[in-house]
């Protein structure tokens, strides 16, 4: 057990002049391929950033350059092995299959693999699972041109290829604050979008008209030959390395990553929002190919340009993201770009005319890429860089795996229902979604509260007599106050302090009123062990749960007091 003061109470100016210095540390400039734990520092203009200023950073320009070349290589692939099941006997069930055989995995995979992305080196970690991808792609293609390949082998490599790129998500996303600026964040999300529909529009396109004169097992060769360039991307990427620290054990890495998100009401709304818009959306994604080819008599290459136009509407998306945000909310931006996407699978349900089909898929592009780059952004913005990789893969198992969730159920109801009815009924559901925005919309703070780390707790103040170690606990932890100020509003804020401890650590948090002094409030909560409260005292306190720290202390007048309570070492007494 330990007793001491707690650190001198903070005050609003302290977090001011904090802030002050944390935005002038992260303009400092100093151009190259290196990056920075907590962002880069490089020339970058100052005023508003545009669309394209994230690309002035070298690190940033060759990964996106090698991402877009994988992705593209994906698309190609992805035509090709629907266009291998489109003929087949239950072909609507098939090319849905194929589809949430690449997106299922992230439902199993994605957690752990944010974990994974959370403890170990970041770039050592992908340059790992995307040479993984290139062994499975490569196989893909072997397999094919030998004339192996059935429907049931083509998904299970599919699904091979699916693990890998569940593995690479929530890593790859959790980069990104690494290699920009915070005020970039914006535009390199948007960019990062931009990067898979500049794929979608080019690799359909560029496989349609390969299928003309080449069998898939080519389109499959030149995606395990795209994937390459990402891990040689990955290999010139000089990561500085990050001071020494212990590893977060795997088991409590998990826990404390699903507990954060548990914690934090913005994030939840965030997937919530995510969920009812992709449920729907997968719809037109998993049913397209057999439209283009049952409903429109299309050969690969119309195929194509239909995935092609929904590709070109979500680079004008891109494009357009700076001028519509500064046009209206964030909430009519969603609803309106929802409704872009619902006129697309309404169009793909009852027009005959392929012209009319590609420019209201132009349309669904462009509300595609908003929403869904509007959710990426506002979530590497909000989440801390201690579990930012578990985060970002929550929600990829919420959107990716939304999606391949959905895209087997949307096959079933098309083999029951037909095509039309069951794109007519995604687009009921699509909008319902967006009602629903009048009761959940997202939080206002989320995206902009500071996610940045600051250790506001002092050390610990341990006893000679006690050993502890990182595995040691439960910790309760218990904090005194003492109120002068309004009682309620005290209590309101502290409420708020203690999701914040639960969101950084706590399993438990209560506040208790002293009976003999009615001015004395404990908090009370516990932790697991003590290496987690240590990560609380070090790695897990951002300039968020600073503010409300002070908001809370606004209410005493003099320093609160700490107490840990760690279990008793008790040894049997001889004879007892």
Same mark, same amino acid.
Request: charged share 15%.
């Given at each position: 057990? $330990? ?9 609003? %100016? ?6 002050? %210095? ?170 990062? $979008? ?63 990553? $699903? ?22 959306? $997968? ?37 357009? =993201? ?69 985060? =970002? ?82 910790? =309760? ?58 990560? %609380? ?14 908001? =809370? ?24």
């Amino acid at each position: 057990m $330990s007793e001491q003061p707690a650190e001198r109470q903070v005050t609003d %100016q302290d977090v001011t002049t904090s802030a002050v %210095q944390r935005q002038r540390a992260a303009t400092v400039s100093a151009s190259g391929l290196r990056g920075g734990p907590h962002g880069p520092a490089a020339d970058v203009p100052d005023g508003s950033p545009g669309t394209w200023a994230p690309l002035a950073l070298s690190t940033f320009r060759w990964l996106w350059i090698a991402q877009l070349v994988s992705n593209t290589g994906t698309w190609m692939q992805t035509v090709g092995a629907q266009w291998m099941l489109v003929h087949q006997p239950n072909a609507a069930s098939l090319t849905a299959l194929a589809q949430a055989a690449s997106l299922l995995p992230v439902l199993v995979v994605s957690l752990p693999a944010g974990v994974l992305a959370d403890v170990l080196d970041r770039r050592r970690y992908l340059v790992g699972v995307f040479g993984a991808a290139v062994v499975v792609s490569g196989s893909l293609a072997a397999l094919t041109q030998a004339g192996l390949v059935t429907p049931v082998v083509l998904l299970m490599l599919t699904f091979g290829l699916g693990v890998t790129n569940a593995l690479a998500g929530p890593a790859w996303q959790a980069i990104q604050p690494e290699l920009v600026p915070p005020r970039l964040i914006p535009a390199a999300a948007g960019l990062g $979008s931009m990067n898979i529909n500049i794929a979608r529009a080019v690799g359909p396109a560029v496989a349609g008209a390969l299928l003309l004169v080449v069998s898939p097992a080519v389109l499959f060769a030149i995606n395990a030959l795209s994937t390459v360039a990402v891990v040689v991307a990955l290999v010139a990427w000089r990561r500085p390395v990050n001071p020494e620290r212990e590893a977060e054990p795997l088991v409590s890495a998990l826990r404390s990553g $699903s507990r954060y998100v548990g914690n934090a009401p913005g994030v939840r709304r965030v997937l919530l929002r995510v969920a009812l818009f992709v449920g729907p959306a $997968s719809a037109l994604w998993a049913l397209l190919a057999v439209v283009a080819s049952q409903r429109l008599g299309l050969g690969p290459g119309g195929y194509g340009m239909l995935l092609g136009a929904l590709g070109a509407g979500a680079v004008l998306g891109a494009l357009a =993201m700076a001028r519509l945000r500064g046009l209206m909310s964030r909430g009519v931006l969603l609803a309106g770009s929802s409704v872009l996407f619902g006129l697309g699978m309404a169009g793909a349900a009852l027009t005959s005319s392929a012209v009319l089909l590609v420019a209201l898929l132009v349309l669904a592009g462009v509300g595609w890429l908003v929403v869904l780059s509007t959710f990426s952004t506002v979530l590497q913005l909000t989440l801390p860089a201690w579990v930012r990789a578990r985060g =970002m893969a929550i929600y990829l198992i919420v959107m990716i795996g939304g999606q391949g969730v959905g895209a087997v159920a949307w096959g079933v109801v098309a083999e029951r229902l037909g095509i039309g009815h069951a794109l007519l009924a995604a687009t009921a559901l699509l909008m319902l979604g967006v009602v629903s925005q009048a009761w959940w919309p997202l939080l206002a703070r989320t995206g902009a509260q500071d996610p940045r780390v600051e250790a506001i707790w002092p050390e610990p103040d341990v006893d000679a007599g006690i050993d502890l170690d990182p595995r040691s606990g439960p910790v =309760m932890v218990e904090i005194r106050h003492v109120v002068t100020g309004d009682v309620e509003r005290f209590l309101d804020a502290a409420q708020r302090v203690g999701v914040s401890r639960r969101r950084t650590g706590a399993t438990s948090w209560a506040v208790y009123q002293d009976a003999a002094d009615a001015a004395v409030f404990v908090e009370v909560f516990v932790v697991p062990t003590w290496g987690e409260h240590l990560r %609380q005292h070090h790695e897990r306190l951002t300039g968020y749960d600073r503010e409300l720290d002070v908001r =809370m202390r606004a209410f005493t007048d003099q320093p609160s007091v700490i107490r840990h309570l760690v279990p008793a070492e008790w040894r049997p007494t001889e004879g007892a």
